[in-house]
């Protein structure tokens, strides 16, 4: 079976580096040597590994993607890029036929899903790439079909900490808020706790000084009415290789979609992780 060509958009940038880095440790890739990047780069290429990648600006794009898919042939996108980017690239690729992996967030998710769905490629559309949180979410949403208003009563605080570098609330925070509000708990994405400060994640919450400048804790905490009954879930990420061992699984599934023939179709992480 030939390697599924991969061009990693987001150099370099540390998320786009890391699943250019494991890609290129698996048989199963093969890097693209050419990377999407944002107006603010002025670098012109970036090493990973061995491997020198040639850094495409936006003002270039439209005509770097005819040459690098004219020497490259078919390839799958993986998107980690600026939320301010989202909109923009999906129609980028939809416009030039490339199947992607969007594991950015924010930007217009409604229309994005939408952008997909009149093109004719599929995409893998993800707030989450890690397998295990997103099995945990799967979780809750069977808990929020099955059991509504189970927390009727009950308030709610989610505290979201990452890297200075993210610019958005966790997409994975703002997901969780629609199984609460289905278990009975008002709530909304403006009460997150979003914290940045690197002070504040060291001395308060205790993340290892190594993974500052990467990680992902989350803790969303329950208490009853009287204060006499309290819940908390907590998942805490330090670096970043569970969200790009995800992204690959996302890649070999979109691959494995495109050799199907699928065409204007979002799947999520769900998807890949049931393989259907």
């Not at 699943?19 to 890739?29: G, I, Q, W």
């Not at 980028?92 to 992607?100: A, D, G, L, Q, V």
């Not at 919450?205 to 993974?211: A, N, Q, R, S, T």
Request: with cysteine; aromatic share 8%; charged share 25%.
């Amino acid at each position: 079976m030939n390697p599924i060509k991969v061009m990693v958009n987001g150099l370099p940038g540390n998320m786009a580096t890391t699943v250019a880095e494991h890609a290129l440790r698996d048989s199963n890739f093969q890097l693209v040597p050419y990377s999407l990047t944002g107006p603010e780069i002025v670098e012109r290429e970036t090493v990973v590994g061995s491997v020198s990648v040639r850094l495409i600006r936006p003002e270039e794009r439209e005509d770097a993607i005819a040459r690098v898919q004219e020497a490259e042939g078919p390839l799958i996108a993986v998107d980690y890029t600026h939320p301010s980017s989202v909109n923009s690239n999906a129609s980028f690729y939809c416009e030039k036929s490339i199947p992607f992996v969007m594991g950015t967030t924010g930007g217009d998710r409604e229309r994005l899903n939408k952008v997909v769905e009149k093109s004719p490629i599929p995409a893998v559309i993800a707030p989450n790439m890690a397998k295990q949180i997103v099995g945990f979410q799967a979780m809750m949403e069977f808990a929020a079909k099955e059991f509504p208003d189970l927390f009727k009563g009950y308030s709610l605080a989610i505290k979201e900490s990452h890297q200075k570098g993210k610019a958005d609330t966790s997409g994975t925070a703002k997901a969780m808020i629609g199984y609460f509000n289905r278990l009975g708990i008002p709530f909304s994405k403006d009460e997150i706790q979003m914290i940045r400060e690197s002070a504040v994640q060291q001395s308060e919450l205790g993340v290892p000084k190594e993974y500052l400048t990467g990680h992902g804790w989350h803790t969303y905490t329950l208490i009853s009415e009287d204060g006499t009954v309290r819940f908390q879930f907590v998942h805490n990420v330090n670096g970043r290789d569970v969200y790009a061992l995800g992204t690959l699984d996302a890649i070999r599934y979109l691959a494995a979609k495109v050799e199907e023939g699928i065409t204007g179709r979002v799947f999520t992480m769900i998807d890949v992780l049931g393989r259907k």
